[in-house]
């Protein structure tokens, strides 16, 4: 078992900065077999959405809507993961979930999310 807790929501204004950070617990051997990990966002009415994605070795990925303002990271020793997020734009407001994939069964494992909210 994995448990997932996020942080760092909040309000912020147009063109404003926050990071949200992902600490991952669970017993040792579920840890260790923790690899690729994830954020998704889903705002109200629509579709959860994967906003960006970083392997246990550190390759990363984004969606094209957040490319060169997004930026995901992630400390192994510490079981976190992070996203900062840089010129915050009103269509980034969603609740922002962290996601773990697993190489045990079950292998997907969610946080409870964070309300990110840009007022322009």
């Known amino acids: 078992q994995v448990q997932l807790a996020e942080s760092g929501g909040g309000l912020v204004q147009a063109g404003g900065s926050l990071r949200l950070s992902c600490a991952a617990s669970?017993?040792?051997?579920?840890?260790?077999?923790?690899?690729?990990m994830d954020w998704y966002r889903q705002a109200p009415g629509k579709q959860r959405e994967l906003v960006a994605t970083?392997?246990?070795?550190?390759?990363?990925n984004y969606a094209d809507s957040v490319k060169g303002r997004f930026t995901i990271s992630r400390d192994n020793a510490k079981n976190t993961v992070y996203l900062q997020m840089n010129s915050l734009k009103p269509e980034d407001t969603a609740v922002y979930y962290c996601?773990?994939?697993?190489?045990?069964?079950?292998?997907?494992?969610w946080g409870q999310g964070t309300q990110v909210t840009v007022s322009s």
């Open positions: 669970g017993s040792s051997f579920s840890i260790n077999a923790m690899g690729a």
């Open positions: 970083i392997t246990r070795s550190g390759s990363t």
């Open positions: 996601h773990a994939n697993v190489r045990l069964v079950p292998s997907s494992y």
